[in-house]
Each structure stands twice: as structure tokens, then as C-alpha cells.
């Protein structure tokens, strides 16, 4: 009779968190599990790409599996703060750990005409004909 013993490793960290924008603050860190990142109003949808420390661990971004060193799909990014969830599982089955990303998508900018006092705004930006001006029959 054999006894074998087989040992499964388990890493369940990443090595590094890629952003298709922003970045990561603070910067990565394997020790480091939380992080902070900002974006432009403009910028709509953020796609992380994590890569594992042990290839034979997964991913899930947001519940979704992605496979490592790939990008996630694209997460839409409503105005204000988005959290994004990275569950990484090791090759045990058990072991895991969880990225968390605090994307905040800036507000628009509010743009504020000022016009000096005494001023008339004169609108050039669209020219409508004046009306003919009304003539009176000739008189006899």
C-alpha cells in the first residue's frame, strides 16, 4: 500500500491590476487590497485586467470569470463612485481573496456664461431672416 501526499499550492493574489483608464492609487501592492481610482466624466466604462501569481488560480471581476492576464469586459461607470469586485481563488478550491476597486467617475463640469453688465448677449450662432417689411397699397 502507497500513501501519497499531494499538495496543492495556494496563492490566491495577483501579481498586478491593469486599468484601461485611470490608475490605481495606491499602486499595486501584492500586500494591498483596496484601491482608489478616478476618472473623467467622460470616461463611461473602465476594463481591469488582473494577472494571477499561480496560473492555476481563477478570476472573477464583478461575478464575471476572466482569464488571467486578460481584460474583463467592459463595466459601465455610472457618475460618482463604482465598486468593482476582483475574487481571486487558488488552485485549492478554497483559498481566496478579494481586490476591491472604488472607481469614481467625475461629475460634469457646469459651465457658466458671464455676460458684463451693460451688455446685450447678441446670439451669431444661427441667422433667421428679418420680415419683409409691410408696404402700403399706393393711394389714388
Partial sequence: EYLFNITVEANPDLTGIGLSEGTLSPAFSVGTSDYD???????????????????????????????????????DLNVGLNVISIVVTAADGFSTRIYTLNVTRSTAPNIVIEQPVGNTLVNTASSVPSPPTPTRPASK
Fill in 37 to 75: 481610482i478616478t476618472v473623467a466624466n467622460s470616461t463611461s466604462t473602465i476594463t481591469p485586467t488582473p494577472t494571477l501569481a499561480d496560473a492555476a488560480a481563477t478570476i472573477l471581476v464583478n461575478d464575471m470569470p476572466v482569464n488571467n492576464g486578460m481584460p474583463s469586459d467592459a463595466i
